[in-house]
C-alpha cells in the first residue's frame, strides 16, 4: 500500500472525527483539524505487529490490547488477552477509565488499521495518553506473525534476523493461521482501573 493511499485512509475519517467528539469549552488540549492531522501525517499512534507479538511473548503486563470490532467478531476469534470494546461504544462512561487512564499501553486493533485508527483519533480528540493502534490490524499480524514468509535468499541480514523472531513468535504465540491460533484464545476481564477523582466545582461566581 503506497503512503498516499495510507494518508488517504487516514485522513478520510479526520472530518467525521472531529465532528462528531463534542465541542468542549472546559479542556483546552483539544486538538485542531491541523494539529491532529500533523500526528496522523507523522504515524505516532501506529505500534508494529512485531512490538505487539513481543510483547505478548513476554507477556508484558503493560500491554492492554483492545479489539474494537463488533461482539460477534470478537467472539469468533481475537489476540490473546485482548478485551472488546466496540467502535460504536468507544464513548460510553462504563469506558472511560479504561481509556483515560496513565497505568497500561492501550492498543487498538480491527481487522485492518482503519477502525482502530478512528478510535485512536477520538481519544486524541478527548486528551487520552497512552492509546496507540496495531498498524495494519489483525490481517497484518496473520501476515507478518502467524505465517511470515520466508525472505529471498538474497535479502540483507537484518530480514532473516526479522524472520526468525517471527517464527519464534508464532511457535510461543499459537502459530499457523489467525482464526485457529486464536478462536480459543483467552479474553482478559477488563482491568482495573483506579478511577481518577472528580474535580470538585468551585463555589460561587455568577
Known amino acids: 500500500m503506497n503512503m498516499r493511499l495510507k494518508l488517504a485512509l487516514a485522513i478520510i475519517p479526520l472530518g467525521i472525527i472531529i465532528a462528531a467528539v463534542p465541542e468542549n469549552t472546559t479542556r483546552p488540549y483539544k486538538l485542531t483539524a491541523p494539529e491532529l492531522l500533523g500526528e496522523v501525517k507523522e504515524g505516532m ?3 508494529s505487529t512485531d512490538e505487539v507479538a513481543d510483547m505478548l511473548v513476554q507477556k508484558d503486563p503493560s500491554l492492554q490490547l483492545i479489539d474494537v470490532r463488533d461482539k460477534d467478531s470478537f467472539d469468533k ?3 490473546p ?3 472488546n470494546i466496540p467502535l460504536a461504544d468507544i464513548l460510553s462512561v462504563e469506558n ?5 487512564q496513565d497505568v ?3 492498543v487498538f486493533y480491527s481487522n485492518g488499521s482503519t477502525a482502530a485508527n478512528e478510535a485512536w483519533m477520538i481519544m486524541r480528540q478527548l486528551g487520552y495518553i497512552n492509546n496507540y493502534v496495531m498498524q495494519g ?3 497484518y499480524y496473520a501476515e507478518t506473525i502467524m505465517s511470515p514468509g520466508k525472505p529471498a535468499s538474497t535479502s540483507p541480514d537484518d530480514e532473516f534476523a526479522r524472520y526468525d523472531f517471527r517464527k519464534g513468535a508464532s511457535a510461543a504465540l499459537g502459530g499457523g493461521t489467525l482464526g485457529a491460533a486464536t478462536e480459543n484464545a483467552p479474553s482478559a476481564p477488563k482491568p482495573v482501573i483506579k478511577k481518577r477523582p472528580k474535580k ?5 461566581g455568577c
Open 45 to 47: 499512534q501506529f505500534v
Open 77 to 79: 476469534y481475537h489476540l
Open 81 to 83: 488477552g485482548a478485551i
Open 96 to 100: 472511560e477509565d479504561y481509556l483515560n
Open 104 to 106: 497500561k499501553m492501550n
Open 137 to 139: 490490524g489483525m490481517n
Open 200 to 204: 470538585k466545582r468551585v463555589a460561587g
